[in-house]
T-cell receptor, first 113, second 117 residues
Framework: ETGVTQTPRHLVMGMTNKKSLKCEQH?????MYWYKQSAKKPLELMFV???????ENNSVPSRFSPECPNSSHLFLHLHTLQPEDSALYLC????????????FGEGSWLTVV | DQQVKQNSPSLSVQEGRISILNCDYT??????FLWYKKYPAEGPTFLIS?????DKNEDGRFTVFLNKSAKHLSLHIVPSQPGDSAVYFC????????????????FGKGTKLSVKP
């Protein structure tokens, strides 16, 4: 059983839809992350949260909106996405922000049609 | 410009032989390196890491070698097993004091390893 769980595992949405990806970590970690994995590209860091506060936003378009209500939960709200946003979205956590080893969830496959 | 490069997109090895996965980096500020393993439809799982103060770290069948002068690291799997078939990602970190980019692991594109029985 993974310590980081993501739902849904698969999502198909239209460009005008609003949907959300959910991540929950059961590891007691203080830092959480959203990564994007597109085909043939390296993993890209999107957002970083530490103790529920956003500490980094790597120039991500505003159609992606993160939310971290507590240190165990992280959401990625999606609105008016484009087909090129179709990718695997990975949530991850680490004990603290300075901790180099991070642990990933299984990912949410997003297809924008 | 990629700071972490895995130039071989795929590698095929016979069961029982050695698998060598390579990774090159360009940023001399990187001081911590990790390997992640990813099966289809799963997130990456941490495999092994090495700090820049070392040149070798071993964990069971997995050994990571770091050559700082060449900015090169490699992952050796001996002996290779069919269950090792996966995509392997190399990642690097410059630590929290570099560039203000905390928690940012820079990943390579991955190498798909196939171990044939």
């Amino acid at each position: 059983e993974t310590g980081v769980t993501q739902t849904p595992r698969h999502l198909v949405m239209g460009m005008t839809n609003k949907k959300s990806l959910k991540c929950e970590q059961h590891l007691g970690h203080n830092a959480m992350y959203w990564y994007k994995q597109s085909a043939k590209k390296p993993l890209e860091l999107m957002f970083v949260y530490s103790l529920e506060e956003r500490v980094e936003n790597n120039s991500v378009p505003s159609r992606f909106s993160p939310e971290c209500p507590n240190s165990s939960h992280l959401f990625l709200h999606l609105h008016t996405l484009q087909p090129e946003d179709s990718a695997l979205y990975l949530c991850a956590s680490s004990q603290d922000l300075g901790e180099n080893t991070i642990y990933f969830g299984e990912g949410s496959w997003l297809t924008v049609v | 410009d990629q700071q972490v490069k895995q130039n071989s997109p795929s590698l095929s090895v016979q069961e029982g032989r050695i698998s060598i996965l390579n990774c090159d980096y360009t940023n001399s500020m990187f001081d911590y390196f990790l390997w992640y393993k990813k099966y289809p439809a799963e997130g990456p799982t941490f495999l092994i890491s090495i700090s820049s103060i070392k040149d070798k770290n071993e964990d069971g069948r997995f050994t990571v070698f770091l050559n700082k002068s060449a900015k090169h690291l490699s992952l050796h799997i001996v002996p290779s097993q069919p269950g090792d078939s996966a995509v392997y990602f190399c990642a690097a970190s410059a630590g929290e004091n570099y560039g203000g980019s905390q928690g940012n692991l820079i990943f390579g594109k991955g190498t798909k390893l196939s171990v044939k029985p």
